[in-house]
């Protein structure tokens, strides 16, 4: 499968972006999927996780509250509703893609989308 993260972008403090994830080359259903980000100087890290239908979803405790994942599988697309933006949320931002939710946890990713970098600065 082929990932196009998008919605990337330079917001102030306290806003909110939605970011998504377009799939092609293979129903996005087959695949469980996870947004992870890369801030400047910084590992990448795991942002959020979902399976395959949706029905369940993973957060890390330090992005629990502030950033939802969510995807229709109709569309082929994941998205990664993100609000009360602050500077540190400044990475770019990838879509991954695995077999299971608990794997792609685990970073065991088959397919990255290229990334879109978000920028949060007042």
């Known amino acids: 499968v082929q990932l196009q993260a998008s919605g990337g972008g330079l917001v102030q403090p306290g806003d909110s972006l939605r970011l998504s994830c377009a799939a092609s080359?293979?129903?996005?259903?087959?695949?469980?999927l996870a947004w992870f980000r890369q801030p400047p100087g910084k590992e990448r890290e795991l942002v959020a996780a979902i399976s395959r239908n949706g029905a369940s979803t993973y957060y890390p405790d330090s992005m629990k509250g502030r950033f939802t994942i969510s995807r229709d599988n109709d569309k082929n697309t994941m998205y990664l509703q993100m609000n009360s933006l602050q500077p540190e949320d400044t990475a770019v931002y990838y879509c991954?893609?695995?077999?299971?939710?608990?794997?792609?946890?685990?970073?065991?990713?088959?397919?990255w989308g290229q990334g879109t970098q978000v920028t949060v600065s007042s």
């Open positions: 991954g893609a695995g077999l299971v939710i608990v794997s792609v946890v685990r970073g065991e990713i088959d397919s």
């Open positions: 080359g293979r129903p996005l259903s087959k695949h469980a």
